[in-house]
């Protein structure tokens, strides 16, 4: 319940943000919410980083969206995640010429 947190509920991003309150739980007893999961996921991302030598101020944002691309379409389909979300992406158009996107 940190002040600086305040009010990320409202930024455009639409954020889901929970709180604890830990001077009552470590762990809020009605949502679930607890500090480790985003502790320990802020950890393997520094980690990451750390092992590539340091991070491109310009590029951190590339860096989260990779991050966390990564975690949620890691595993044995990644390549068929990225081909999909490509194809979304960039459809290919008719032009004349027979091409489908399908």
């Not at 491109?56 to 081909?83: C, E, H």
């Not at 194809?87 to 290919?92: G, L, R």
Request: hydrophobic share 30%.
């Amino acid at each position: 319940m940190w002040r600086a947190y305040g009010n990320i509920d409202q930024l455009p991003e639409m954020y889901e943000h929970y709180t604890v309150n830990h001077s009552r739980n470590f762990v809020d007893p009605e949502t679930g919410a607890h500090t480790q999961g985003i502790e320990g996921t802020w950890a393997q991302f520094k980690e990451r980083h750390k092992e590539q030598h340091g991070t491109a101020r310009n590029l951190f944002s590339t860096y989260i969206n990779q991050f966390v691309w990564r975690k949620q379409f890691n595993g044995p389909d990644v390549m068929y995640y990225l081909w999909s979300q490509i194809k979304e992406m960039y459809p290919i158009e008719d032009g004349g010429i027979g091409i489908s996107a399908d």
